[in-house]
């Protein structure tokens, strides 16, 4: 009979099962990041007036619907962070897209803010935060890997 992971009696790598430790927090925090994040935008796409402080129609409604998807986009990923977290689903694989997105945006704030295009408070919000955040995630998928290495190799034994 065929093991969960299709070899032979074999159990699961213990890198996609992660356990309910302390570095699955780490899901906790995204959600918590993805959700702020999509209700600030949301609420600057549907308020009155914009950022800046000028009425809505400064903006053009391209711009205004890439914003509004982007809240939606945010808050769908701070939705299935904490459905990983609460259900104890695997995380390794989506905690990497979820990383590679956050440093994405970090590296794109640090571009930003050296053009001038994006102030100090926003970068720190933005830029620094998720920048933070994707480091933690890196940090608990290099834990989850040396788990799996260490517990594959104690099986060997």
Same mark, same amino acid.
């Given at each position: &009979?065929?093991?969960?992971?299709?070899?032979? #009696?074999?159990?699961?790598?213990? /890198?996609?099962?992660?356990? =309910?430790?302390?570095?699955?927090?780490?899901?906790?925090?995204? *959600?918590?990041?993805?959700?702020? @994040?999509?209700?600030? /935008? *949301?609420?600057?796409?549907?308020?009155?007036?914009?950022?800046?402080?000028?009425?809505?129609?400064? +903006? *053009?409604?391209?711009?205004?619907? &890439? !914003?509004?998807?982007?809240? @939606?986009? =945010?808050?769908?990923?701070?939705? +299935? +962070?904490?459905?990983? +977290?609460?259900?104890? !689903?695997?995380?390794?694989?989506? $905690? &990497?897209?979820?990383?590679?997105?956050?440093?994405?945006?970090?590296?794109?704030?640090? %571009? $930003?803010?050296?053009?001038?295009?994006? #102030?100090?408070?926003?970068?720190?919000?933005?830029?620094?935060?998720?920048?933070?955040? @994707?480091?933690? &995630?890196?940090?608990? /998928?290099?834990?989850?890997?040396?788990?799996?290495?260490?517990?594959? %190799? *104690?099986?060997?034994?």
């Amino acid at each position: &009979m065929s093991g969960a992971n299709g070899r032979e #009696g074999g159990p699961r790598p213990a /890198i996609f099962i992660s356990g =309910a430790g302390t570095g699955r927090r780490v899901l906790l925090i995204g *959600a918590a990041q993805n959700w702020f @994040g999509a209700v600030k /935008i *949301a609420r600057d796409v549907w308020s009155r007036t914009g950022r800046s402080g000028g009425p809505q129609a400064d +903006y *053009a409604p391209d711009y205004a619907q &890439m !914003k509004a998807f982007t809240a @939606g986009t =945010a808050a769908t990923f701070g939705s +299935y +962070y904490l459905y990983l +977290y609460v259900a104890k !689903k695997p995380v390794v694989p989506w $905690l &990497m897209f979820g990383a590679a997105l956050k440093l994405w945006a970090f590296l794109l704030s640090v %571009l $930003l803010l050296a053009q001038g295009r994006l #102030g100090r408070a926003e970068f720190v919000t933005f830029g620094v935060s998720n920048g933070v955040v @994707g480091c933690l &995630m890196w940090r608990h /998928i290099a834990t989850e890997a040396q788990t799996s290495r260490r517990t594959e %190799l *104690a099986a060997r034994t």
